[in-house]
């Protein structure tokens, strides 16, 4: 049976909302032969627009026309621009799509009615409780069901005469910190608390409840509260929460069912709108509907601790990991301990996928740090893969392109796969992505979000002190190497001969100094320019580097001249390097297209330093050596015409 690749587009994973429609996907992926892709940000929570950008940058990384479908939860991205994209691309590469309650012209849709679940929570309220003071906690204005929801409620409200402000409407994020926020908004612009708080979710409202408890107002006896979409277990709140039952995993498993219907040309509904239904109990008023599920208790705390215990066990990991990668100094450190917790996690399968220039762009083409660091907000075309991980075994790769999303090393070709797609940035910084497969770590939770954002900010300050330290390195280079001959200078010769100097003098050993005067470099300058006069500067500096092959220590002195340093030198050994540097200039000459005559005058000695000399003094006589030599030559001899 073929299998058929789907990209799952999703935001917020750590939500119940999203984790039980996945959960629902994912149980279809072998009856379906289907390989899922789920690219999954945790945009929208970090109060950052910056944050959000390197976050929603995931959504840029699959390339659709790759893909045979996609499964959308559009109505998880607060950013609308970024909606408009994918499903731009998606139509552009002409691939079905299955929108899960959001409805787009020319795709499958699997939904609810929001207006008619929203218009029962409100009239129960109003006709059976007899409510007519009201406060609303929305979800983002620009949501489609979240507006829904809103315009059912005010609907109603106004089919009934009843009045409510615009400072009694909330507008929150779906997610738990907006209902404290919610109620302490209330409490701050309203002159007097409602009788009840309708929620367009229930992670909303049980926050709402638990905020109401700590500012003492009780409910549901003082404010009644509701949620929507039941996605808790009722017995995990101080109350079994009155709430709007929807299928979310059916919703799941009925999209990757639409896709393979498409796939095998069955006829289908391009619209299904799944049934619920309303859950009236204790936080409405509705005492007499509380379920007494004594099992159901003991199993749920069962259930807790066993889920407690693991979440223990993960953060100590998550920890261990934290603290590792902000010690790390190198790249090569970092990359050893997010093997090590891979190790420790053991995924089926991880990929760690780094952009090529995710921290070349500190340094410019000529090695230099630059005065400002780009940013660099796409993936580029091959990523680099310093971590390769499937069952049990590390395996090395270089690159993969990005267009292959991971690399190819998956021996199983019969079984369906479940990847998560996880960006890698730094505030709007690419820095590239992860991939995991069947990781034992729930990726559904806020603690798991807590580790990629660990695992961003330790990478880069790797990626900084990879650039600092090539920086100090580079100043190092520029402080003790001759910029023009590219050998040291008189700082870097004396940096590298200072401790052997010493150690000669400590334990009485010879030491040589040689003394090397470029000849006639004026004439060359007078006669063929100061160019040529450069050429032959670097040319002897060409030819120490070939006759200083026993470790000595050579420099250019400055100008023209140039000194070589050797401890435990004898006299036949300091020969043998003169005549190598005067066969070493010969060759040159004999090679050479240049008008000048390449020459030069040497001159040594050989001494055991004592407890007051400095390097300095040798210099001095080595110089003396060396000019006696030069006196000897004639001008002549340093121009061809």
């Not at 000695?605 to 000399?613: C, E, G, M």
Request: some cysteine; overall charge negative; proline content about 2%.
């Amino acid at each position: 049976m073929k299998k058929y690749r789907i990209a799952i587009i999703v935001a917020g994973i750590d939500q119940s909302y999203q984790s039980s429609i996945l959960h629902g996907i994912q149980s279809t992926s072998q009856e379906c032969s289907l390989d899922f892709y789920v690219f999954a940000s945790f945009s929208g929570v970090m109060d950052n627009a910056s944050h959000d950008t390197g976050e929603l940058n995931i959504f840029s990384l699959p390339d659709f026309n790759d893909f045979d479908g996609a499964i959308l939860l559009t109505n998880t991205i607060d950013y609308q621009y970024v909606v408009h994209d994918i499903l731009e691309r998606i139509k552009s590469a002409g691939i079905p799509a299955v929108c899960i309650d959001n409805d787009v012209e020319g795709m499958y849709y699997i939904g609810i009615d929001n207006k008619t679940a929203m218009r029962e929570i409100t009239e129960h309220f109003i006709k059976v409780h007899g409510f007519t003071k009201f406060n609303y906690i929305s979800g983002p204005a620009n949501n489609s069901e979240s507006a829904d929801r809103l315009e059912a409620f005010l609907k109603v409200l106004k089919e009934n005469n009843i009045p409510i402000e615009q400072e009694r409407i909330y507008y929150g994020d779906f997610r738990a910190p907006s209902g404290k926020l919610a109620v302490e908004y209330f409490r701050k612009n309203n002159p007097y608390m409602p009788q009840a708080i309708i929620c367009a979710n229930d992670v909303m409202a049980a926050s709402a409840i638990n905020c109401l408890h700590e500012n003492g107002f009780k409910v549901p006896s003082e404010i009644a509260v509701s949620g929507f979409d039941n996605t808790f277990n009722n017995h995990n709140l101080r109350i079994e929460l009155t709430s709007v039952e929807r299928p979310l995993a059916l919703s799941g498993q009925l999209a990757s069912k639409m896709l393979y219907n498409h796939f095998k040309k069955i006829n289908q509904q391009r619209k299904v709108i799944l049934n619920m239904s309303t859950r009236f109990t204790e936080s409405c008023g509705c005492h007499d509907k509380v379920i007494q599920d004594y099992k159901g208790y003991k199993e749920l705390n069962i259930s807790n601790y066993s889920r407690v215990e693991t979440y223990n066990t993960y953060m100590t990991l998550f920890n261990q990991l934290s603290c590792r990668l902000h010690g790390c100094g190198t790249f090569e450190e970092y990359v050893d301990c997010m093997k090590k917790f891979v190790s420790d996690t053991d995924p089926e399968e991880f990929h760690l996928c780094l952009c090529e220039n995710w921290q070349s762009e500190l340094i410019d083409s000529n090695g230099i740090m630059k005065e400002h660091d780009i940013m660099y907000t796409d993936y580029t075309d091959k990523m680099i893969v310093p971590v390769c991980y499937y069952r049990g075994k590390f395996y090395d790769v270089d690159y993969v392109k990005k267009k292959k999303l991971i690399p190819d090393i998956s021996q199983d070709k019969s079984a369906s796969k479940f990847y998560y797609f996880l960006p890698l940035h730094f505030g709007e910084r690419c820095l590239g992505y992860m991939a995991i497969r069947n990781c034992k770590v729930s990726l559904h939770n806020a603690m798991f979000q807590s580790l990629c954002i660990t695992i961003n900010n330790s990478l880069e300050n790797i990626r900084k002190l990879i650039g600092l330290n090539y920086a100090v390195n580079r100043l190092e280079s520029l402080y003790t190497q001759d910029t023009f001959s590219g050998i040291y200078n008189r700082t870097g010769f004396v940096k590298a001969t200072s401790d052997i100097f010493r150690e000669c003098t400590q334990q009485q050993r010879n030491v040589m100094l040689m003394f090397i005067d470029l000849d006639g470099l004026k004439v060359i300058n007078d006669t063929y320019g100061h160019d040529t006069g450069d050429i032959a500067i670097q040319s002897i500096a060409d030819v120490l580097r070939s006759s200083c092959t026993e470790n000595e220590v050579f420099c250019r002195f400055g100008g023209d001249e140039f000194i070589v340093f050797a401890p435990d030198y004898t006299e036949k050994e300091a020969d043998i390097l003169t005549r190598k540097i005067e066969d070493n200039i010969a060759e040159k000459n004999k090679k050479s297209c240049h008008e000048f005559m390449l020459s030069a005058s040497t001159g040594y000695i050989i001494a055991v330093p004592q407890k007051n000399d400095d390097l300095f003094k040798f210099v001095t006589e080595a110089d003396k050596v060396m000019y006696e030599t030069k006196r000897k030559k004639k001008l002549s001899k340093y121009l061809k015409s």
